[in-house]
T-cell receptor, first 114, second 113 residues
């Protein structure tokens, strides 16, 4: 199973600022996924980060708000830009196992915007 | 679009009793169905999964059933214990490592002592 290190684990940020979340995997993976989990809610996919190409965003999420970098096969970042209190959530990165296996999750970043 | 519906949203059972959580999915191309348990403040962790060529799978006190025709799958926990208290998510996925996982809305399970 993949080992995923995500940081920071939590942060409290001022509205209008940006936060970059890092995700490091101990093995090379083609796809990395970024999820948002609002308080008491399920996991919603933000985007799929592909190495060497633009990230693919889900409906309701845009690159200007959630820019993603994927410089190599073991690392990705998600930036939450121009934050507002509505961005307060847990953000999780994820990588797939092999075909038809579970997703492995980072420990999550608990973001509070004040 | 792809959707996974999960019921109930909350479930409270007496310790020792059984708990059942049900999900339906819309994408007929889905062929992998994992179940995740998320304890408070922790990341989701896989507890059991089932593939479309299997109708039932059991692991100790946990079992999952799948009805592909009806697009239903269920999680069964027997002899519930306090440590089973958590939020449980069902999910569905197509058959490639690049395909995304679609999560249900979650069930908050509470075990009464």
């Amino acid at each position: 199973s993949a080992v995923i290190s995500q940081k920071p684990s939590r942060d409290i940020c001022q509205r209008g600022t940006s936060l970059t979340i890092q995700c490091q995997v101990d093995s090379q993976v083609t796809m990395m996924f970024w999820y948002r989990q609002q308080p008491g809610q399920s996991l919603t996919l933000i985007a799929t980060a592909n190495q060497g190409s633009e990230a693919t965003y889900e409906s309701g999420f845009v690159i200007d708000k959630f820019p993603i970098s994927r410089p190599n096969l073991t690392f990705s970042t998600l930036t939450v830009s121009n934050m507002s209190p509505e961005d307060s959530s847990i953000y999780l990165c994820s990588v797939p196992g092999s075909v038809n296996t579970e997703a492995f999750f980072g420990q999550g970043t608990r973001l509070t915007v004040v | 679009g792809e959707n996974v519906e999960q019921h109930p949203s909350t479930l409270s059972v007496q310790e020792g009793d059984s708990a059942v959580i049900k999900c339906t999915y819309s994408d007929s191309a889905s062929n992998y169905f994992p179940w995740y348990k998320q304890e408070l403040g922790k990341r989701p962790q896989l507890i059991i999964d089932i593939r479309s060529n299997v109708g039932e799978k059991k692991d100790q006190r946990i079992a999952v059933t799948l009805n592909k025709t009806a697009k239903h799958f269920s999680l069964h926990i027997t002899e519930t214990q306090p440590e089973d208290s958590a939020v449980y998510f069902c999910a569905a996925k197509r058959g490639s490592s690049a395909s995304k996982i679609i999560f249900g809305s979650g069930t908050r399970l509470s075990i009464r002592p």
